[in-house]
């Protein structure tokens, strides 16, 4: 009997059955197979975003403790999985981030004042404080406009690759998700689109173990998340997302393969949320505290701190210096945003369309000119 | 030149590709067999598989796509094939497209046209007869047109692919081939902020759009002869509504009806009645009444029933006239 048969051969390897390519030990050994062998200029780089990263998260998280600010989603111990991917492509590429991301942003020299004035939703806060807190939107360093629901900027990656292909423009796009993300409508639309259309882009799936309160396991029952490439022809990678290093080498070569046609590449950074999803949530309700501790000896700064001192290119002493100059960035940063007055009344009907209508004129009117909200209800 | 509703918009699509190369088609079946309706055929011909693109069958992923190409830089015009089928992208729509300008305070914005036949009439049955456009009304960030006719087809597709904001485009099939009328070769533009009045009258006023327009007219016509004149307004763009055009049609006659395909409740006559309330009050000299779909899902058998066709309005315009 002859089956019909109209599909292209396969060759993409099962992901489960492939290394997770790693570099760095838990020492910070670098094994020499995968070494991208950077300059420790660079390293040092990524070491300081990564640290000055986790120094936000950790400042945002007492702010919001201290009912200074209403919410903050952190990224701790998924420093690495976002900032030296962030710095293995090219700065015309472009990222499109859920809402874990903003590392990425701030490494490419999105402005600290910017993000904590979003946290603050006040006047300087470039969306006017439409947004909750770590809801940014950052154009000027090619960085997308974070959105909540789940998946939805995955499509919109595949999307703009395209058209950078339609134009000739040697640009490749990013979508930063978690493994929630990859039960998503999104996620299935988004990798069927970029291999049919064998489009540049990334997909960069941050497997941190927790959706919320639901673990991997509840996401798939496939024995890894990078195997879901193989339905779409989606060349699929798994990479230890606590490695720098690691990271680097994968998505520097999953761009460069991008860029000159190779198209698309599904990569598993298996990382870990270390903190909980978001300070509305307290995951010892349903995580094991075994977990979390071997999980935490994976911590990706500590792994590269003790790389670059083996290589001679860190020192306490830069350490110190390092946390104070982020310390007194952070207060000054945190004390203009706190000074700065609420976003007026009237930008709350601008930019719904690019010239208001007349009804939104007129509820305008009626906003502006009716009466206040009693403080503090 | 001679065209309906589907040659019409084609060529509208025609003009604006020839004239401005960020502009593309993408959708199931719009490439090579030039959409279920045909609307898009022959674009691939001349504009090559690039630019009219058959993609895979999701919605989700035809307007998340889009989207990520209008932030690219490109101009796309997705067809999703019926309206019906518009709901697996509607996540794509009401939070990302219609916002995208808001929440990246004007950094981003999304110029797309999301082509989408609707309406019943064609034996269709609930999932190819569908009219949504409250659903998408009700999200801010949207703009939403319906045209009636060949020239207002495509003079306000050409003015929605150059607006700067998303725009949902609904497109009557039951008035795809129904008529042919002169729609001039070339460019031309139909402003998206104006309600038309079609016909004068000063007895009544009749607000509808889409197919349901030309039921209005008929009715419009039957009421003749027992002296009741009605003044008939094709409103073209849904929203944002053009309010002043229906506001100072009623201070003249001090009477409304609205027909809708749509179901009832919630529907876009609602608002319509509410708005004129709130500004036109006194000048009403009769209730406002809707002729509509019914708060059913839409039925096939029925569909002619179904729909609030002249046999239905005719009776709802002289009630309200004679109140």
Redesign the interface.
């Known amino acids: 009997m002859e089956v019909h048969q109209s599909y292209p051969p396969s060759a993409l390897p099962w992901a489960a059955d492939q290394e997770v390519i790693a570099v760095l030990d838990l020492e910070g050994r670098a094994d020499a197979t995968h070494d991208p062998r950077l300059d420790l200029a660079l390293v040092t780089r990524i070491y300081k975003a990564m640290t000055r990263t986790r120094m936000i998260d950790l400042r945002l998280t007492k702010l919001q403790r201290q009912g200074r600010i209403g919410f903050h989603v952190g990224a701790e111990g998924e420093e690495a999985a976002i900032v030296a991917s962030a710095a293995a492509m090219r700065d015309g590429d472009w990222l499109f981030p859920c809402y874990r991301e903003v590392g990425a942003a701030l490494y490419r020299g999105f402005s600290l004042q910017a993000y904590v004035d979003n946290m603050y939703g006040n006047a300087n806060d470039v969306v006017h404080g439409r947004q909750m807190p770590d809801h940014i939107t950052a154009r000027s360093v090619r960085f997308g406009s974070v959105t909540a629901p789940i998946g939805t900027q995955i499509t919109q990656a595949v999307g703009f690759a395209h058209a950078a292909k339609i134009r000739r423009e040697d640009i490749v796009t990013a979508s930063y998700f978690g493994d929630g993300a990859t039960s998503s409508n999104d996620f299935h639309a988004g990798l069927t689109f970029a291999g049919v259309f064998n489009l540049p882009t990334l997909f960069l799936l941050r497997n941190n173990g927790w959706a919320i309160s639901v673990p991997t396991s509840h996401q798939t029952a496939a024995r890894a998340l990078a195997d879901k490439g193989i339905g779409y022809g989606v060349r699929a990678v798994r990479v230890d997302g606590n490695d720098a290093l690691a990271v680097y080498r994968v998505v520097n070569e999953a761009t460069r393969r991008a860029s000159q046609g190779g198209g698309p590449t599904l990569i598993e950074l298996i990382t870990y949320r270390a903190g909980a999803h978001s300070t509305s949530d307290d995951p010892t309700a349903y995580r094991d505290k075994a977990e979390v501790e071997r999980q935490l000896k994976r911590d990706p700064i500590r792994r590269l701190r003790k790389y670059l001192e083996r290589q001679g290119a860190w020192s306490d002493a830069q350490e110190q210096a390092h946390e104070a100059e982020v310390t007194e960035e952070l207060k000054q940063c945190i004390e203009r945003a706190e000074a700065a007055p609420p976003p007026s009344i009237a930008s709350m009907f601008e930019d719904v369309f690019e010239h208001m209508p007349e009804h939104l004129a007129e509820q305008q009117r009626e906003c502006v000119q009716g009466p206040r909200a009693k403080k503090g209800h | 030149m001679q065209m309906n509703m589907v040659s019409a918009i084609n060529d509208a699509l025609r003009v604006t590709m020839r004239a401005d190369e960020r502009v593309?088609v993408l959708g199931e079946d719009v490439g090579k067999v030039g959409g279920v309706f045909r609307v898009t055929a022959g674009l691939q011909e001349e504009f090559g598989e690039?630019?009219v693109i058959d993609?895979?069958l999701?919605e989700?992923?035809i307007?998340?796509?889009?989207?990520?190409?209008?932030?690219?830089?490109?101009r796309?015009v997705p067809e999703i094939q019926f309206g019906d089928f518009i709901y697996?992208a509607f996540?794509?729509l009401v939070?990302?497209a219609a916002?995208?300008?808001?929440?990246?305070?004007?950094?981003?914005?999304c110029p797309m046209v999301v082509r989408v036949p609707v309406g019943g009439g064609i034996k269709g049955g609930h999932y190819h007869s569908q009219m949504p456009e409250s659903l998408f009304i009700h999200t801010?960030?949207l703009?939403v047109v319906c045209p009636s006719n060949p020239y207002d087809a495509k003079g306000l597709l050409i003015s929605s692919i150059r607006?700067?904001?998303p725009v949902l485009f609904f497109e009557p099939k039951r008035v795809y081939r129904a008529l042919k009328m002169d729609v001039p070769e070339g460019d031309y533009t139909v402003d998206l902020?104006s309600a038309k009045v079609i016909r004068e009258g000063e007895h009544v006023t009749c607000v509808s759009w889409g197919a349901m327009l030309f039921e209005a007219l008929a009715a419009a016509e039957e009421l003749k002869d027992q002296g009741v004149e009605t003044e008939v307004i094709d409103l073209r763009t849904l929203w944002?509504?053009d309010?002043?055009t229906i506001v100072e049609s009623v201070k003249k006659t001090g009477r409304l009806v609205i027909v809708h395909e749509a179901a009832k409740a919630c529907g876009l006559g609602a608002e319509i009645v509410a708005l004129l309330c709130e500004k036109a009050f006194l000048h009403l000299e009769a209730p406002p009444k809707r002729v509509t779909g019914y708060d059913t899902p839409f039925p096939y058998t029925n569909e002619n029933e179904y729909l609030p066709l002249a046999h239905r309005i005719a009776p709802a315009l002289l009630e309200t006239a004679r109140y």
């Open positions: 593309v690039e630019r993609t895979p999701t989700t992923g307007i998340g796509n889009a989207i990520g190409m209008a932030l690219g830089g490109l796309p697996p996540d794509q939070n990302e916002k995208y300008r808001y929440r990246s305070g004007g950094e981003y914005t801010a960030g703009k607006d700067n904001d902020s944002p509504l309010a002043q």
